[in-house]
Nanobody, 115 residues
């Protein structure tokens, strides 16, 4: 059974940084393209960034140049470094594979950016 646990969110001022972590159990993350998604109140969940088993990453245009996704396969963990945060980045952030497992969403981690 796959389990994903996100952590590292919090309240930060605009221009600040946060580093999110996603720890997995029940699967080997290195076998999958892993991704971060986010969902703001009243909005659909949206793609943020993904990284394949070779470390090649791609990003949503809205975060390109500000966010960096990485993975440590030995730790079975995926990270999202978020810099130059903006109020519009406020959301609950989730990790999953890309495309996502349908019934394997974690609890997410709340990121709130104040202006």
């Amino acid at each position: 059974q796959v389990r994903l646990v996100e952590s590292g969110g919090g309240l930060v001022q605009a221009g600040g940084s946060l580093r999110l972590s996603c720890a997995a159990s029940g699967t080997i993350l290195s076998m999958n393209v892993m991704a971060w998604y986010r969902q703001a109140p009243g909005n659909e969940r949206e793609f943020v960034a993904a990284i394949n088993r070779y470390g090649t990453a791609n990003y949503a245009d809205s975060v390109k140049g500000r966010f960096t996704i990485s993975r440590v396969n030995a730790e079975n963990t995926v990270y999202l470094q978020m810099d130059s945060l903006r109020p519009e980045d406020t959301a609950v952030y989730y990790c999953n594979k890309n495309p996502p497992w349908v019934n394997v969403w974690g609890q997410g981690t709340q990121v709130t950016v104040s202006s």
